[in-house]
């Protein structure tokens, strides 16, 4: 028989696919069966979810509370990083560092190759079309 506290409720809505999956993982250590349902990602197996859709994290009707309580227990014992005080030493390597926004020239090249490519493609399947 169905019970109340079986049913599926919305715990939190993560901005991302992956902030989900950690929340799933945080619950699934403490013993809670939760679940990110991403429909974008079940129709196409890639996510096309964004901050304003969010994906919901779901979990038992009678884990709810269970579940809550854990992740602000998780939230209230993790570990602020000051990345100000982090020092990654020296770097080990020699290579020049590239100019931000700057794209290399054989990427633009090939990008120019690729429209052009792409462009004959659309020529061609027009002229197929009307002939």
Request: hydrophobic letters at 50%.
């Amino acid at each position: 028989m169905h019970e109340p506290s079986d049913d599926l409720v919305v715990l939190r809505t993560a901005p991302t696919l992956f902030e989900a999956k950690l929340i799933v993982a945080v619950l699934a250590d403490a013993e809670i069966d939760a679940t990110a349902r991403d429909h974008a990602m079940d129709a196409f197996g890639f996510s096309l979810s964004t901050a304003a859709n969010g994906i919901p994290v779901l979990v038992r009707a009678g884990d709810l509370d269970r579940a809550r309580s854990e992740l602000e227990r998780r939230w209230r014992e993790s570990v602020d990083i000051d990345w100000d005080q982090l020092d990654p030493g020296e770097r080990e390597d020699d290579l020049p560092f590239h100019a931000p926004g700057r794209i290399p020239p054989l990427a633009r090249i090939a990008i120019v190759v690729t429209a052009f490519a792409v462009a004959l493609a659309c020529l061609a399947m027009a002229s197929s079309v009307f002939w």
